[in-house]
């Protein structure tokens, strides 16, 4: 056999001379190098009384081993993958997981976002539903459906949601980010969630925009205009009651001197200059004055008296 094949690796002959010395039949798995393929074998003595004759049965298993080799890389691979998007939710400094199939399980997520939720560890491996049996009825369960089912990304921007925390169902407000989550063959098999509450903000917000609404009907019901002065580009910024007042029915910029001054009374003008000139010397003035005067109209030549009390 060695004349027959001298090229072939040592250790076939051995597998071959075990299997005559024995009569015990091997199955192996070898390279050809000459053939430049792999070979898997089964090796049999026949039993004719010579004790010398084999039965060598040959499959190439070439193509099938790459196989196999390309799906232990692949599997490798996507081991890796799902490392990294673990360790990248549960190291995320915002709150962020993943849920996975039609029902959504919680299948990995990190603390910030239990601590937001309000829940403890036990949410992991719940469908969200039973996670967060509050979401009943909510549009939010609905968003996440409709990432898993479109492939859609779906951004929230001060998102109301109603969460049972610190014993109560109450209101929080969140900026999301949902995003489908796909496999190694591109199906999407979950979706991610990176979230952040912004509840504080949304709340002053919404103070600081009851306030001003208040300001406003107060000022409308007194008939008060309000302004802004800018001084280093000497430019006004009126609302429509001042430009009323001085009878200015535009909407263009408004500058100190062509605007204002100049719409003042000629037996004003001078007075109201100082006034405002001194108004600059916090020692004296503590940035504030008070005036009366009258203000030309520059459309409607109409004289007017105004009081005014400004700060700077």
């Given at each position: 056999?060695?004349?027959?094949?001298?090229?072939?690796?040592?250790?076939?002959?051995?597998?071959?001379?075990?299997?005559?010395?024995?009569?015990?039949?091997?199955?192996?798995?070898?390279?050809?190098?000459?053939?430049?393929?792999?070979?898997?074998?089964?090796?049999?003595?026949?039993?004719?009384?010579?004790?010398?004759?084999?039965?060598?049965?040959?499959?190439?298993?070439?193509?099938?081993?790459?196989?196999?080799?390309?799906?232990?890389?692949?599997?490798?691979?996507?081991?890796?993958?799902?490392?990294?998007?673990?360790?990248?939710?549960?190291?995320?400094?915002?709150?962020?997981?993943?849920?996975?199939?039609?029902?959504?399980?919680?299948?990995?997520?990190?603390?910030?976002?239990?601590?937001?939720?309000?829940?403890?560890?036990?949410?992991?491996?719940?469908?969200?539903?039973?996670?967060?049996?509050?979401?009943?009825?909510?549009?939010?369960?609905?968003?996440?459906?409709?990432?898993?089912?479109?492939?859609?990304?779906?951004?929230?921007?001060?998102?109301?949601?109603?969460?049972?925390?610190?014993?109560?169902?109450?209101?929080?407000?969140?900026?999301?980010?949902?995003?489908?989550?796909?496999?190694?063959?591109?199906?999407?098999?979950?979706?991610?969630?990176?979230?952040?509450?912004?509840?504080?903000?949304?709340?002053?917000?919404?103070?600081?925009?009851?306030?001003?609404?208040?300001?406003?009907?107060?000022?409308?019901?007194?008939?008060?205009?309000?302004?802004?002065?800018?001084?280093?580009?000497?430019?006004?910024?009126?609302?429509?009651?001042?430009?009323?007042?001085?009878?200015?029915?535009?909407?263009?910029?408004?500058?100190?001197?062509?605007?204002?001054?100049?719409?003042?009374?000629?037996?004003?003008?001078?007075?109201?200059?100082?006034?405002?000139?001194?108004?600059?010397?916090?020692?004296?003035?503590?940035?504030?004055y008070d005036a009366e005067y009258r203000a030309i109209g520059k459309n409607d030549g109409q004289e007017r008296w105004?009081?005014?009390?400004?700060?700077?």
């Amino acid at each position: 056999m060695r004349d027959n094949f001298p090229n072939e690796p040592e250790t076939w002959y051995d597998d071959y001379d075990d299997v005559l010395n024995t009569g015990i039949p091997k199955r192996f798995v070898r390279k050809a190098p000459s053939q430049r393929m792999l070979l898997e074998m089964y090796v049999t003595r026949l039993e004719d009384g010579s004790g010398k004759r084999l039965l060598n049965t040959m499959r190439d298993v070439t193509e099938e081993n790459h196989t196999k080799d390309a799906l232990r890389e692949s599997e490798a691979e996507l081991r890796e993958s799902e490392a990294n998007i673990r360790n990248l939710i549960l190291q995320a400094p915002v709150a962020m997981a993943l849920l996975t199939g039609p029902d959504l399980v919680v299948e990995i997520i990190n603390d910030s976002f239990i601590t937001l939720w309000g829940k403890d560890s036990s949410v992991r491996g719940k469908p969200i539903m039973e996670a967060l049996p509050e979401m009943q009825g909510q549009e939010y369960p609905n968003i996440l459906k409709h990432v898993y089912q479109t492939g859609e990304t779906y951004y929230g921007k001060e998102a109301r949601v109603l969460l049972f925390r610190a014993g109560r169902l109450a209101p929080g407000y969140f900026n999301f980010v949902n995003e489908p989550y796909h496999n190694s063959d591109g199906k999407i098999t979950g979706v991610i969630i990176v979230a952040n509450e912004v509840t504080e903000q949304v709340i002053a917000n919404q103070a600081l925009s009851q306030a001003l609404e208040k300001i406003r009907l107060a000022k409308e019901a007194a008939e008060l205009g309000m302004f802004d002065y800018d001084i280093i580009n000497n430019v006004l910024e009126w609302d429509s009651r001042c430009r009323e007042l001085f009878g200015i029915s535009n909407d263009k910029p408004i500058t100190f001197e062509e605007d204002f001054l100049n719409g003042l009374h000629p037996h004003d003008r001078e007075r109201l200059r100082a006034l405002i000139k001194n108004s600059f010397n916090k020692s004296k003035t503590n940035g504030a004055y008070d005036a009366e005067y009258r203000a030309i109209g520059k459309n409607d030549g109409q004289e007017r008296w105004i009081k005014r009390t400004s700060f700077f």
